[in-house]
């Protein structure tokens, strides 16, 4: 989570809000549900120019979602099934947001299903997160089944790594606190464990993966994690610029896993940014410095973005691996979006 500073922020944020309403022609449309969460969804364009490949990416649509609910929004974490349908949400204000996305006949993200419905984060005794426990920065699935079964969710400011029987339990599911490697409680305020992820198939099935946002090593790499039991390999993954790590996640077949970069310069000195970069599992081990491929790089003015922060992964009905990407709008919806990104990943990135 951003938080930005006060009156240039307010200026650059308005900026982006300026830059980001980019609106496809048709308008918009309003979902609505039975907790009267309504949510007005509008198509967003990445590019001004109708660009369709980003670096090795292609688009594959994109929303504008404005709600005047004061719980939606700040979303850090996305899990969808296993068709990229029904998703889950994880904000930083402790509220899980379930609901659906649309997609047309070409398999192009046009909407919401529905607005879905927003609940709050459960504790380990079954009360609702309060103050700085709420810090959601972090969701994946557990296994393959996705939503149909545990969730993974990381806590910033007060770390923590938390299991969730989502399959089972849904929202009503309390929390079971996992292991966290020390190291990870390290970094600096707000920026300890940013992403989290874990694998399920490959060769390094069963461990979990986990990296922060301002946990730099001494020669400014970004310190991460894997580990299965009590068994942690630490490694560190190069950074590049002023990028930071605001998530991840592990590829269907566990033999890669996609990190989502975000950067931002409190004194504007860089203009901000997303990227997506691609690593291969079979490189990760003890002590090793991870360089990755860059998948895309986006930044503002030139397109319109916002503060990328949530990122799933799946696989479309007729093969192609799509990544979905959401913005954190840090509650500043005056300033800010909550935008949606769908990209596919072709097969030939993959295995070149």
Do not use: C
């Amino acid at each position: 989570m951003r938080r930005l500073p006060s009156l240039r922020g307010a200026i650059l944020t308005a900026m982006l809000a300026i830059a980001s309403s980019v609106l496809l022609p048709g308008g918009g449309q309003r979902a609505s549900a039975g907790n009267d969460l309504v949510i007005n969804v509008w198509p967003h364009s990445l590019s001004r120019t109708g660009a369709v490949h980003f670096g090795l990416l292609q688009w594959r649509g994109g929303l504008r979602l404005v709600a005047k609910d004061g719980r939606f929004g700040g979303f850090s974490g996305l899990v969808t099934d296993t068709a990229g349908g029904r998703f889950v949400a994880l904000s930083d204000h402790g509220w899980w947001w379930r609901a659906a996305f649309a997609h047309d006949d070409r398999g192009f993200l046009t909407g919401l299903k529905t607005s879905g419905i927003i609940t709050p984060v459960l504790s380990s005794k079954g009360a609702p997160l309060r103050g700085k426990w709420r810090d959601g920065e972090a969701l994946a699935p557990f296994d393959g089944r996705r939503l149909a079964g545990p969730l993974l969710a990381a806590f910033e400011r007060k770390p923590r790594l938390a299991l969730y029987d989502w399959g089972r339990r849904g929202p009503g599911a309390k929390a079971r606190y996992l292991f966290l490697p020390p190291g990870v409680r390290r970094g600096r305020r707000n920026g300890e464990i940013e992403a989290v992820a874990r694998f399920w198939k490959g060769p390094k099935k069963g461990w979990f993966l986990a990296a922060g946002e301002k946990n730099f090593d001494e020669r400014g790499n970004i310190r991460a994690w894997l580990w299965r039991g009590r068994d942690i390999q630490r490694f560190a993954i190069a950074r590049r610029g002023l990028f930071r790590i605001t998530d991840m996640a592990v590829l269907p077949d566990g033999s890669g896993f996609i990190t989502l970069e975000r950067q931002f310069s409190r004194h504007m000195k860089v203009l901000p940014g997303f990227a997506l970069r691609l690593f291969r599992t079979s490189a990760v081990h003890a002590g090793a410095l991870l360089e990755g491929r860059v998948l895309m790089q986006a930044s503002w003015p030139f397109l319109a973005i916002d503060n990328m922060e949530a990122l799933a992964i799946y696989r479309a009905a007729g093969g192609e691996l799509r990544l979905i990407v959401m913005s954190d709008d840090n509650y500043n919806r005056n300033m800010q979006s909550t935008l949606v990104f769908e990209f596919a990943l072709p097969a030939g990135v993959l295995n070149p």
